[in-house]
């Protein structure tokens, strides 16, 4: 299926691509690759899902956040693409980081939530390579940010 189809599928309605709010841009594409921005953690209202892993949040709940980081993706890529998700031929990585505390180990499984569903959305095309950190602090107090980078046709 493609992406839009696994998207009504799923029934997922992808959040309003954000516009950067400092000196960057939300995507860059630069020959084949789609560089989108760090992607912080926000529900389905816009309100930034906040706290440290480990001791605000649980690792079910950083999962969720990431699940929203990569739902912000999507709809950046899809803005990047001009709204024609068949041109992502794959994506390449994802960097993950998880504001949480010290003695939390739990980084890729909160990282997951944000593999799993760009996985469900491109199917086999969104098999990726990915990095998982621990950071003490992020932007507004988020939880939870992602990055990506896509092949395009």
């Given at each position: 299926?493609?992406?839009?189809?696994?998207?009504?599928?799923?029934?997922?309605?992808?959040?309003?691509?954000?516009?950067?709010?400092?000196?960057?841009?939300?995507?860059?594409?630069?020959?084949?690759?789609?560089?989108?921005?760090?992607?912080?953690?926000?529900?389905?209202?816009?309100?930034?899902?906040?706290?440290?892993?480990?001791?605000?949040?649980?690792?079910?709940?950083?999962?969720?956040?990431?699940?929203?980081?990569?739902?912000?993706?999507?709809?950046?890529?899809?803005?990047?693409?001009?709204?024609?998700?068949?041109?992502?031929?794959?994506?390449?990585?994802?960097?993950?980081?998880?504001?949480?505390t010290d003695d939390?180990?739990?980084?890729?499984?909160?990282?997951?939530?944000?593999?799993?569903?760009?996985?469900?959305?491109?199917?086999?095309?969104?098999?990726?390579?990915?990095?998982?950190?621990?950071?003490?602090?992020?932007p507004l107090g988020?939880?939870?940010?992602v990055d990506a980078?896509?092949?395009?046709?």
């Amino acid at each position: 299926m493609s992406a839009e189809e696994n998207l009504k599928k799923l029934n997922i309605q992808l959040p309003k691509a954000a516009d950067p709010v400092g000196s960057y841009v939300a995507t860059k594409i630069i020959k084949n690759l789609l560089y989108i921005s760090g992607q912080i953690s926000m529900d389905s209202e816009g309100n930034l899902i906040k706290g440290k892993l480990g001791k605000d949040l649980d690792v079910n709940a950083g999962y969720e956040a990431a699940k929203r980081c990569a739902l912000s993706i999507v709809a950046q890529a899809k803005k990047a693409c001009g709204d024609d998700l068949s041109k992502i031929k794959s994506c390449i990585k994802l960097t993950g980081f998880v504001n949480s505390t010290d003695d939390f180990t739990d980084q890729p499984k909160v990282i997951n939530g944000a593999s799993d569903l760009i996985v469900q959305v491109f199917e086999n095309s969104g098999m990726h390579t990915r990095a998982a950190v621990s950071t003490n602090s992020l932007p507004l107090g988020v939880s939870v940010e992602v990055d990506a980078i896509f092949e395009i046709n």
